[in-house]
Each structure stands twice: as C-alpha cells, then as structure tokens.
C-alpha cells in the first residue's frame, strides 16, 4: 500500500526580523546575509509556541484535506524546539485539535526530522496499522539561538507546517536516509535539563550563557557535508525506486542556505526552477521548513496531480535523507 498527501497547512508568526534588525545586534550586514543565506527576513513567535504554531498548521492541514480530527489515527510532531517535555508536542496538539483517536508522539531528528516523520508515517500507513496521518514539523528556533553570535543567528526563523498522509492504492516509494554520529559536533545544543538536579547552584544560571546551551554550529562543515550529501542521496532514492530524475517535477529541499539549493541543483543538472525556495521569508526553519514550502507551493496551485516531488532533509546528527511522493 502506498500513501498520498492529501492536505497540507502552516503557520507562520507575523512578527519580521529582516537583516537590518539583525545587523543593529551582531557585525553583520544586510548585503552579506542576503548574498551568502539567500535570508532577507524571518518570522519569529511573539506570543507563539512550537505547540500553538504546530495545532494552528495541523488545523489548516485537515481543513484542507476535509479530514475531521476524530478520523487521525497518528500525529508525529517534528521538532528539537518544543516548550513542553511532558506531555510530549503531538499529544498537545492531539487535545487542541481534538483528534481523540489518534496515537500521538514526536521526534527529534533536527533538519532532517520532517522527513523522518514522513517517513515514519508513510511505514505505519503502508503497513496497514493506521490509515490517516498528521505529520507536522513545528520549530521556534529563536529561542535556543545565541542572538550574540553571528554566524548562527543570521540563519534561522520559527514556523510550522503539516500535511495529512493517507493510505493509497498507488506505487509505494522506499525512502533512504543516513546518519553519522561520528560527525555530530558539526552542530550541537546541549539539554538545559542536562545537569545532575543535586549539583545546582546559583551559579548554575550563569552556564546557561555559555558551555553550550545556546545552537552551536561549524556552518563550513555543515555547508560542505550538504552540498555532497543531498545529490548522492537524491540519486540513491530515485535509483532505489527505478525512477528517473526526469520524472520528478519538484525537488523541495530543507530551506537550509540558498546557496546550498542552488549548489545541489547544479550538481543534479537542474534545472533550478524546479528547486524552489522560500528562504528569503522565512530563514532556515529546520524541520518546519520542507512542510511550510509544500504548503505554500499547493496553496498557490503549483503542485498538479500526478506531479512527482521529491522531499529531502539534512542537517543535525549528522542526518540527511529523501523521499518521493505522488502528488494527491
Ligand atoms: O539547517 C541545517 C544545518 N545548517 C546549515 O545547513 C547551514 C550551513 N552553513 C551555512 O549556511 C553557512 O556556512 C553560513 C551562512 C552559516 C556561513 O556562511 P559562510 O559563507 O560559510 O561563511 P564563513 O563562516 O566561511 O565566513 C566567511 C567570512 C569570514 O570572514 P573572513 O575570515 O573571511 O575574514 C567570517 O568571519 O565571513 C565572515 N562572517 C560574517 N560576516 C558578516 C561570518 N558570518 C558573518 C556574518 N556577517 N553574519
């Protein structure tokens, strides 16, 4: 059995930070951002949460879909920004929506994490344990960014999107992903929950500053390992799934730079029409990024039936992977 999106949401907060914002707290410049992101402005939350964001997008995606709350069976939250531990996202977003039969959990693969969910959805539908999904990817980035270091807080933004997967009598794709641990220092937050609770102190507060607790990232590295990564396993996906690079209509890339969306382009032979972007409003937004871009692209009728796109992540851990899916 395969599955189909059949619905799609977001929510984007209305308050803009653009370059020029940025540039009043770090020595950076509106031209710099622009040339070396692709970055002009990103949304960041203003009373939001990464639990309000993710229900507004899940509400979105099954009004869409015309799915009510009581046929979701699975929610799968995406997200390394929650503001709750317990209970966990989904199950937040379970009671805000209503959709009382649903198994509810997140996960927590970082830019990558999207297409986990996908992917973790797309199993469970194919293998026939449920058959109505709500994936979502719902970050607020902006609050484990250290707004005094440059080479990060120029890049990210907060957001939300979600789609609704079905199951389908249609091909069923296999996805390939990877990991590497070995590589994870290219990209690291520690937990603020990290500490054994009997060794706080008052001056416990101030670690908070430093040692970690805020993103840290060797952005060359993660450029590097993406730029070679994301063409091999787009390759490796549609080889695995004898589908050809011609057949594809969309490429929808995690929105990481936009100098990594052109490079994979060209290394693929593009052509770059069919990489787009939306980067320039909304910054890097981890894994909210591949969903809020999908929904923007079906909500202006650029995805047609029968369209092939393919959905690829990278990022954190390190993790990269994609998927295909059938449009509708
Ligand atoms: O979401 C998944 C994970 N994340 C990513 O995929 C992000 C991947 N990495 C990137 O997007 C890029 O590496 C960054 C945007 C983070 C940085 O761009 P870069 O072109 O790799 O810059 P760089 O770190 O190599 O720095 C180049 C120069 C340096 O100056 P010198 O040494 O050449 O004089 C930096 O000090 O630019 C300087 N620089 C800046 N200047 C103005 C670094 N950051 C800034 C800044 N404003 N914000």
Redesign the pocket.
């Known amino acids: 059995m395969a599955v189909n999106i059949c619905g799609t949401g977001s929510y984007i907060p209305s308050h803009i930070m653009d370059n020029n914002d940025i540039a009043a707290l ?4 509106d031209e ?2 622009r040339e ?2 692709g970055v002009e402005r990103r949304h960041l939350v203003n009373g939001e949460t990464t639990v309000s964001m993710a229900c507004e997008a899940g509400r979105r995606a099954l009004q869409y879909a015309g799915v009510s709350p009581e046929e979701v069976d699975l929610i799968i939250v995406s997200t390394i920004s929650s503001n709750v531990i317990l209970p966990c996202a989904a199950c937040e977003v379970q009671n805000g929506l209503g959709a009382v039969n649903a198994t509810c959990f997140d996960l927590s693969a ?2 990558t994490g999207f297409v986990l969910a996908y992917n973790t959805a797309a199993a469970y539908l194919a293998g026939g344990v449920y058959s109505t999904a709500l994936v979502i990817g719902s970050e607020s980035l902006s609050n484990l960014i250290d707004w005094r270091d ?3 807080c ?2 990210f933004g907060d957001g939300a999107g979600a789609a609704v997967l079905r199951t389908d009598s249609r091909k069923m794709y296999l996805p390939v992903t990877h990991s590497d641990g070995g590589k994870g220092s290219a ?1 690291t937050l520690k937990s603020r929950h990290d500490r054994n609770v009997l060794d706080r102190s008052p001056q416990d507060r101030e670690r908070y500053e430093g040692d970690g607790y805020f993103m840290q ?1 060797d ?2 590295a ?2 590097q390992f ?1 730029v070679k990564k994301v063409p091999e396993v787009i390759r490796e996906v549609l080889e695995k799934n004898s589908v050809g690079q011609d057949e594809i209509d969309w490429f929808l890339l ?1 929105q ?2 936009k ?2 969306v052109d490079s994979v382009a060209k290394r693929l032979g593009g052509p770059i029409e069919k990489f787009p972007m939306d980067i320039q409003e909304y910054g ?1 937004t ?1 894994s909210a990024s591949i969903p809020i871009l999908l929904d923007e692209m079906n909500r202006k009728g650029l995805l047609k039936k029968g369209q092939k796109i393919v959905i690829a992540g ?3 851990g390190l993790t990269w992977g994609a998927s295909i899916c059938d449009w509708m």
Not at 26 to 29: A, K
């Open positions: 770090v020595d950076t410049s710099w951002i070396r992101t970082a830019c440059r080479g990060t120029i890049l990209l990232m952005g060359k993660v450029f993406a995690h990481a730079n100098r990594i890097n981890s990278f990022g954190a």
